[in-house]
């Protein structure tokens, strides 16, 4: 007997006007499991995070995640169940500094499950900034990062939430090389730790090199799931990524 | 500094404005006093909602002439001591704010502004239409000559209120910035969606935020009719009041509680000393030219010319763990 899937979405549908960005969608991510996700732009990759997450509510079919049923449930109460996402393009709050940054989901969606004394926010702040490797700049402002010292405070907020599940969504945009592989190293890490993660990305060196299954949606709709190496061979998903 | 300090400070200082204001024994300082310590009210119950939020709220008028009118309307019927009438003035327009956020809190930006610039409308309709409280004709209110258990003079009393009432938001407002809620508050102004992301539960912070705003608008409004002794719609919701009220934290600053009392002391006393040297009209005039200035000279309000020297200070402080 397998356990329950710790996400499961069944029949997921979402259309903006006469435009169907998410059709039927079907997926189910085990606990400690790497599942990348991956699709053209405008597949309907990001409308998914936003349907799981609570950002947009999804108009047909149902998510499940840890046992709860999340449909009609507020984005900031799904967060405090272990549900965290990272922003394609990063959204740090401007005027606070790091720190305080990080501050914000271990009081709101931390402390709600379990109380932390000020010391113990400090200590987490401080461990989660070391992690990512920002603990110098712990009370600068975001303005002074660079972009790939963004997408790490992104991802040092996420995890601050203590989550159970962290959906990154296009963490490596626009990194150099060597920094992908720092961003890939981190979140190997954070499944290391237990977080399950699935991963948005274009970078298919990045995806291979992380996933332990891959999803692929064309057009809304799911083409194929399953081993990396063998969906990336796949007639269909080849034709979607070059063309017939 | 722990909240309850900075209450006990903040009753003393108040305490020693009150005994200067005496000392000078000038019937005017009172009612000039007032004036100001009215602003500082509205002011930083504005600030709230507009400056720790970012919700900019054009309706002043609307929450400050609703806790005005409940005091003529209550006056009407039963005439209760001035205390019950500036909590009743609080309650009436802390509920038109939770009515006000449920309606207009899924806008931002300027359709949120518009929104509460329209209630401020609604509002003014209404009431011209009300009869019980002198619709357009306007309500002439008896102020009474002493205060009820103190040897004041009643405007003296008002006055006396109205420090109470400020030192009352000035506190609240210190403690939100100080606690949990301010820090919400302060995710909701820099990234909304971020917030939401991090557990922050906007909505109902949005509605504490309006309904504390509003209700403390109300209660600033509520001596008004014993102040000015005849109240008209046109005068309860002018403009004046939401210019003034923006202008003043836009002055001195809506990152902390300090900006819009040093906006309203500032514009506040600007506006008094013009009205009996030069002329009222000139009082406008000034907030329009200072607005301006301080735009160009000081966008983050005077406070902000400080805030670089107390964050460089702060961070070499926590560098020295």
Redesign the interface.
């Known amino acids: 007997m397998t356990d329950a899937p710790l996400l499961e979405i069944t029949g997921v549908g979402k259309r903006f006007g006469g435009f169907i960005a998410l059709a039927d969608i079907e997926l189910a991510v085990q606990q400690g499991e790497r599942v990348g996700l991956v699709g053209p732009n405008g597949s309907g990759k990001s409308t998914l995070v936003n349907c799981i997450?609570?950002?947009l509510r999804n108009e047909t079919g149902s998510v499940r995640f840890g046992g709860h049923w999340l449909d009609g449930m507020?984005?900031?109460?799904r967060?405090?169940l272990g549900l965290?996402?990272s922003?394609q393009l990063p959204?740090?709050?401007?005027?606070?500094?790091l720190a305080?940054n990080l501050?914000?989901?271990i009081?709101?969606?931390?402390n709600?499950r379990n109380g932390h004394t000020m010391t113990d926010i400090e200590t987490r702040c401080d461990e989660l900034l070391r992690m990512v490797g920002l603990l110098d700049k712990?009370?600068?402002l975001p303005r002074d990062l660079t972009q790939i010292e963004m997408r790490k405070l992104e991802l040092a907020?996420?995890m601050?939430?203590e989550p159970r599940l962290l959906i990154s969504d296009e963490a490596m945009a626009g990194l150099s090389h060597g920094e992908v592989d720092d961003i890939l190293a981190l979140l190997l890490k954070l499944n290391e730790q237990g977080v399950t993660i699935i991963m948005i990305e274009h970078i298919m060196r990045a995806v291979l090199a992380f996933s332990q299954r891959l999803v692929v949606l064309v057009a809304g709709r799911k083409i194929a799931d399953g081993d990396p190496q063998a969906v990336v061979r796949q007639s269909d998903v080849v034709e979607a990524y070059l063309g017939s | 500094m722990r909240n309850i300090t900075f209450v006990g400070l903040l009753t003393i200082a108040a305490a020693v404005v009150f005994a200067a204001m005496l000392w000078v024994h000038n019937g005017y300082v009172f009612f000039a006093g007032y004036v100001v310590l009215q602003y500082i009210v509205l002011a930083t119950a504005w600030n709230i909602l507009g400056g720790y939020t970012g919700y900019v709220n054009f309706g002043v008028a609307a929450f400050f002439a609703c806790g005005a009118y409940s005091t003529v309307a209550l006056d009407k019927i039963w005439a209760p001591p001035l205390i019950v009438l500036i909590l009743v003035g609080g309650v009436v327009s802390g509920i038109i704010g939770l009515g006000t956020g449920y309606l207009t809190l899924r806008l931002r930006g300027t359709f949120f502004g518009i929104a509460t610039l329209a209630l401020a409308v609604v509002a003014q309709t209404l009431i011209t239409n009300w009869s019980f409280v002198g619709g357009s004709r306007g309500a002439y209110i008896i102020r009474p000559e002493h205060a009820p258990f103190l040897p004041l003079d009643y405007i003296q009393y008002l006055c006396l209120w109205m420090l109470i009432l400020s030192v009352a938001s000035l506190a609240t407002a210190r403690a939100i910035e100080h606690s949990r809620l301010g820090v919400g508050f302060a995710t909701i102004r820099d990234d909304e969606l971020a917030a939401e992301a991090s557990g922050v539960p906007t909505l109902r912070l949005k509605l504490i935020a309006t309904v504390l705003s509003g209700a403390f608008m109300g209660m600033a409004g509520a001596p008004l009719p014993y102040y000015v002794t005849y109240l008209d719609p046109s005068s309860g919701f002018s403009l004046s009041y939401a210019v003034n009220t923006i202008a003043m934290p836009l002055i001195g600053g809506t990152s902390s509680w300090l900006g819009p009392l040093i906006g309203a002391v500032l514009l506040g006393t600007l506006q008094q000393v013009a009205t009996v040297t030069i002329s009222s009209a000139l009082s406008l005039l000034i907030v329009g030219l200072m607005l301006v200035g301080f735009v160009v000279v000081a966008p983050n309000g005077i406070i902000g010319w400080f805030a670089p020297v107390t964050r460089t200070r702060m961070r070499r402080l926590r560098g020295s763990r």
Do not use: I
Request: charged share 25%.
């Open positions: 997450c609570g950002t507020k984005a900031h109460e967060t405090r965290a996402r922003f959204r740090p709050f401007a005027t606070m500094t305080e501050r914000v989901p009081l709101y969606a931390v709600v712990a009370h600068r907020r996420a601050a939430s």
